[in-house]
């Protein structure tokens, strides 16, 4: 072999090496891409579920926020028609309460009335010794029909007469001087208690309003809104 054929063979040696090189390279470029992919792909996926989740998380709290803020707003609403209901029902109780302060102003039924309460007030107590007190300007109609409330009450409870003793020293406090009057006030009727004071029934009209008011809160609210509350 000359010198001619040994250069030949050595640059075939070196393009297939150089082939080699150039394919093994070719190999670790395309791989190395891959891997580039993958991983940029990886991140990539794992960035938008970081997003997706914070956006969830945000979207909950929103949602939160809007039910608390849906929940308050109707809780004030429902206050704001308690309230207006209360002070419709409040307004009607006012009104019965100014009714009541013309009762006195016709005697002869008043008197009468009086006699009643003070029969009433009798059967309650069952008592043989009484103290009464009534407004200073009742005294007279009171004093006119002590006698035959004492006959009503014993024929009724089958007792003797029982004693009764007007309190001349005590009145109920008198008919209030003006409808916007924030001072104690009595619009009629008696208070009527054992002589030891342990025992007392208020028989007055505006006691009497309030009793039946309380009864007739959940009737009334029925009546008014549909309703049947206390």
Known sequence: MNDADVAKQIQQMVRFIRQEAEEKASE?????????????????????????????????????????????????????????????VNSMKEDATKQLLRVSHNHHEYKNLLKELVVQGLLRLKE???????????????????????????????????????????????????HDS????????????????????ENTLDARLEVVFRKKLPEIRKLLFGQATA
Do not use: T, W
């Open 28 to 88: 670790i470029s395309v791989s190395a891409e891959e891997e580039f992919n993958i991983e940029k792909l990886q991140l990539v996926e794992a960035e938008k579920k970081k997003i997706r989740q914070e956006y969830e998380r945000k979207e909950k709290q929103v949602e939160v926020r809007k039910k608390i803020e849906y929940s308050m707003q109707l809780n004030a609403s429902r206050i704001k028609v308690l309230q207006a209901q209360d002070d419709l």
């Open 128 to 178: 043989p010794a009484i103290l009464l007190r009534c407004r200073k300007e009742d005294h007279h109609h009171v004093e006119s029909v002590l006698h035959s409330a004492k006959q009503e009450y014993a024929s009724k409870a089958e007792v003797h007469h029982p004693e009764i003793l007007v309190d001349h020293d005590v009145y109920l406090p008198p008919a209030p001087s003006s």
């Open 182 to 201: 924030h001072e104690m006030f009595c619009s009629g009727g008696v208070v009527l208690a054992s002589r030891d004071g342990k025992i007392v029934c």
